[in-house]
């Protein structure tokens, strides 16, 4: 299974930008989907980013396409989240996710612990 760590959250303002990254420890790395959730306070996770094992194909949520960037070093076994215009809305934990399926953003197999980004106004 493998183990994420997320970092790079933070408290920015609004318009600024944020690199998310995951550091991820196992050798399945490079063959999975991986991907970005978030949860705000009071409401549910949602999906915000995938990508391919080979960082082929991408998705992103309707909320941030042209302001995130997914991508991924498998030779660093690392995941990034790129975020720019960031706007208060995009306050919430954000949560690494490995092994997943790319096509519906759905069974998870391995999540990180959640890294705070708060946008202020």
């Known amino acids: 299974q493998v183990q994420l760590v997320e970092s790079g959250g933070g408290l920015v303002q609004a318009g600024g930008s944020l690199r998310l990254s995951c550091a991820a420890s196992?050798?399945?790395?490079?063959?999975?989907?991986m991907g970005w959730f978030r949860q705000a306070p009071g409401k549910e996770r949602e999906s915000v980013a995938g990508?391919?094992?080979?960082?082929?194909?991408?998705w992103l949520a309707d909320s941030v396409k042209g302001r995130f960037t997914i991508s991924r070093d498998n030779a660093k076994n690392t995941l990034y989240l790129q975020m720019n215009s960031l706007k208060p809305e995009d306050t919430a934990v954000y949560y690494c996710?490995?092994?997943?399926?790319?096509?519906?953003?759905?069974?998870?197999?391995?999540w990180g612990q959640g890294t705070q980004v708060t946008v202020s106004s």
């Open positions: 990508i391919s094992w080979n960082g082929g194909n991408t």
């Open positions: 996710a490995a092994n997943l399926d790319l096509s519906t953003m759905r069974n998870v197999r391995s």
């Open positions: 196992g050798r399945t790395f490079s063959s999975v989907a």
